[in-house]
């Protein structure tokens, strides 16, 4: 069971370029989120979703964009990268039940923007 | 509006005392769900506990434990006798009833355990 799948691990961009976050998960849930990590300011949460074909921002989306065509997948698309974005990026998927909730995160993506 | 915060940026100790890290919270919702979650230095984010709202129970578990006071809006993290590998960066979260699974994060406390 791999649970939650990010992929690149490291990536390293150039101002201007773009590229996209994957993040997979084989557990059939229903809600994914992705979050950037900045020292001093905790986990931010970028988009999330809560089903197929359903996405939404969160606290900081700006530069960001996702989709989810299907449960599995919940890719974050940087348009042009900027400095700014050069950050840990996680991916969770979470399940929800009577008011609770159960995370399971990605490995992470270190991205440096340069 | 729902908030942490993790007031303590970083903490230094010497391995086997005890060490205490604070959480405070901020919501009007009276169903929720609190997390501490530890990152080691590989990254990963690695879970410890969730408390609901309605149970104000201290847990202990092994060196961890966990005193959640609803006076006082606070969900501390204690760990005695700390060891080096307890050395990472702890994060205390909040998660509010019907918020899609969206997890809200203090800013994390960064220990330190020296030999």
């Known amino acids: 069971n791999a649970g939650v799948t990010q992929t690149p691990k490291f990536q390293v961009l150039k101002t201007g370029q773009s590229m996209t976050l994957q993040c997979a998960q084989d557990?059939?849930?229903?809600?994914m989120s992705w979050y950037r990590q900045d020292p001093g300011m905790g986990l931010r949460l970028i988009h999330y979703s809560v089903g197929a074909g359903i996405t939404d921002q969160g606290e900081v989306p700006n530069g960001y964009n996702v989709s989810r065509s299907t449960t599995e997948d919940f890719p974050l698309r940087l348009l042009s990268a900027a400095p700014s974005q050069t950050s840990v990026y996680f991916c969770?998927?979470?399940?929800?039940?009577?008011?609770?909730?159960?995370?399971?995160f990605g490995q992470g993506t270190r991205l440096t923007v340069v | 509006a729902q908030k942490v915060t993790q007031a303590q940026t970083e903490i230094s100790v010497v391995e086997k005392e005890d060490v205490t890290l604070d959480c405070v919270y901020e919501?009007?919702?009276?169903?929720?769900?609190l997390f501490w979650y530890k990152q080691p230095p590989s990254g990963e984010l690695v879970f410890l506990i969730r408390r609901n709202s309605f149970d104000e129970q201290n847990e202990i578990s092994g060196r961890y434990s966990w005193n959640f006071q609803k006076s006082t809006s606070s969900f501390n993290f204690t760990i005695t006798a700390s060891q080096v590998v307890d050395s990472a960066v702890y994060f205390c979260a909040l998660y509010c009833h019907n918020q899609g699974g969206k997890l809200i994060f203090g800013q994390g406390t960064e220990l330190s355990v020296k030999p």
């Open positions: 969770a998927s979470s399940y929800v039940w009577r008011g609770g909730t159960e995370a399971f």
């Open positions: 557990m059939n849930h229903e809600y």
């Open positions: 919501t009007r919702d009276t169903t929720y769900y």
